[in-house]
């Protein structure tokens, strides 16, 4: 039972470049989630998914999309990478409302 | 809409001290209320959880009570150590039950 993976740990872009975060989930929890963190600011959501088949903004989704494969798969998509977009991204899970579950993070950094 | 507030750091503690993290939130309904601890170079995971007023969470020596009249869910140990050293998160289940409203993170030093 690995939780919540996360790929790749850590990546490098220029300016303009695309990527896609993977995270995957193998507790068949319904709910998943993109958040990322910065310095004294947090944790701030950029997207969720309630359930398969459905995706919701959260507070920072700009520069961002999201795609829920199936039940276990959530990826992030960064179009066309900003400086402001380097950060620590983190995926997790939910079963039902209460506690999430975090994979390790991916740390991103846009020369 | 609903929020958190806990108390700024970071806090730095002798091995051994008592610890208190404040935490205060704002929110309609009856919402669970969580503390995440994050280690360096790591994700968040749960430390303890309440999820009705006067019920107290605990975990690893960490305690918090549930309190709707002062809505508050302050965080305390009573003796830390320097594993203890981290960031620790409030946070809450919003109204909907789909999202975690988190505060901002206190960090923790703790000299040995």
């Known amino acids: 039972n690995a939780g919540v993976t996360q790929t790749p740990k850590f990546q490098v872009l220029k300016t303009g470049q695309s990527m896609t975060l993977q995270c995957a989930q193998d507790m068949n929890h319904n709910s998943m989630y993109w958040y990322r963190q910065d310095p004294g600011m947090g944790l701030r959501l950029i997207y969720y998914?309630?359930?398969?088949?459905?995706?919701d903004k959260g507070e920072v989704p700009n520069g961002y999309n999201v795609s829920r494969l199936n039940k276990r798969e959530f990826s992030l998509r960064l179009e066309s990478a900003a400086p402001s977009q380097t950060s620590v991204y983190f995926c997790?899970?939910?079963?039902?409302?209460?506690?999430?579950?975090f994979g390790p993070g991916t740390r991103l950094t846009v020369t | 809409g609903d929020s958190v507030t806990q108390m700024e750091g970071p806090v730095t503690l002798s091995e051994e001290a008592f610890l208190t993290i404040n935490c205060t939130y704002t929110?309609?309904?009856?919402?669970?209320l969580f503390w995440y601890v994050q280690y360096p170079g790591e994700g968040l995971q749960l430390l303890l959880k309440?999820?009705?007023?006067?019920d107290k969470g605990s975990n690893k020596g960490f305690e918090a009570t549930y309190r709707k009249e002062t809505t508050s869910f302050h965080l305390e140990k009573g003796s830390v150590q320097v594993s203890d050293s981290a960031v620790y998160f409030c946070a809450l289940s919003d109204t909907g039950g789909f999202k975690t409203i988190f505060g901002a993170g206190t960090r923790l030093f703790v000299k040995a």
């Open positions: 997790a899970s939910m079963a039902r409302p209460s506690e999430q579950y």
């Open positions: 309440a999820t009705k007023a006067d």
């Open positions: 998914s309630a359930s398969e088949g459905t995706t």
């Open positions: 929110a309609t309904g009856y919402p669970s």
